[in-house]
């Protein structure tokens, strides 16, 4: 059973491009959580949405509750912006993540 | 900016040996967890940890797997017999309360 699932799996842009990555998520799952994975491995959280809309940068995340439904938009996007892109969700007060497989975006200048 | 650290970096080991990955995490963090990536695979929870005991873990997280915070700053995990298929990326991450997960760089355990 997927709990998390993300998509697409894989994405090229042009730069400048206005991007979009979908994740839907499974029912329990109290705060959804937006991270990026550096080609070296690391990861970084970008955001923690339980609900609305935050926008950090040129990065937005929005979070739909009814229709457990969440989007990461990049606008501008740039070769920097190149990463997999991760969706995960959390269960209620400090559980643990369950991950979706990931958006590999490639940016071409 | 308080950052969550893990050492080693890497760790090449060999199949039915120990290892412990160390992490450090943020100091006023009260939840800590172990999760891991093996290639090309999208990562997985292993265990949480609150209050100096497990909170949770996952069916991955059998008899070879323990965890430690021995001395209120450093979260260990110990492999007590790795086997070729826990080869794969560990990261740690710590959280405050219900906020935004801190990982850790991970550490790349190679089992040969």
């Known amino acids: 059973k997927n709990e998390v699932e993300q998509s697409p799996q894989n994405l090229t842009a042009q730069e400048g491009e206005f991007i979009t990555i979908n994740c839907s998520y499974s029912?329990?799952?109290?705060?959804l959580h937006w991270l990026q994975q550096h080609p070296g491995g690391g990861i970084v959280s970008l955001f923690m949405l339980s609900s609305g809309k935050k926008k950090h940068g040129r990065l937005i995340a929005t979070i739909n509750i009814q229709e457990k439904h969440s989007s990461l938009h990049i606008t501008a996007s740039h070769p920097r912006d190149s990463a997999v892109y991760i969706c995960?969700?959390?269960?209620?007060?400090?559980?643990?993540?369950?991950f979706g497989e990931g958006t590999q975006l490639t940016v071409n200048p | 900016e308080p950052e969550v650290t893990q050492t080693p970096s890497h760790q090449v080991t060999q199949m039915g040996q120990e290892v412990i990955l160390r992490c450090v995490p943020i100091?006023?963090?009260?939840?800590f967890y172990w999760y891991r990536q093996i290639l090309g695979q999208k990562v997985e929870f292993l265990v949480s940890f609150y209050n100096n005991e497990i909170s949770e873990k996952s069916e991955i997280f059998d008899d070879q797997f323990s965890v430690e915070r021995p001395d209120g700053s450093n979260f260990t995990l110990k492999i007590r017999s790795t086997k070729l298929e826990d080869s794969a990326m560990y990261f740690c991450?710590?959280?405050?309360?219900?906020?935004?997960?801190?990982f850790g760089p991970g550490t790349r355990l190679t089992v040969t």
């Open positions: 991450a710590s959280i405050e309360v219900a906020y935004e997960q801190y």
């Open positions: 995960a969700g959390a269960l209620p007060s400090g559980s643990r993540l369950t």
């Open positions: 029912v329990g799952i109290s705060a």
């Open positions: 100091s006023n963090h009260l939840y």
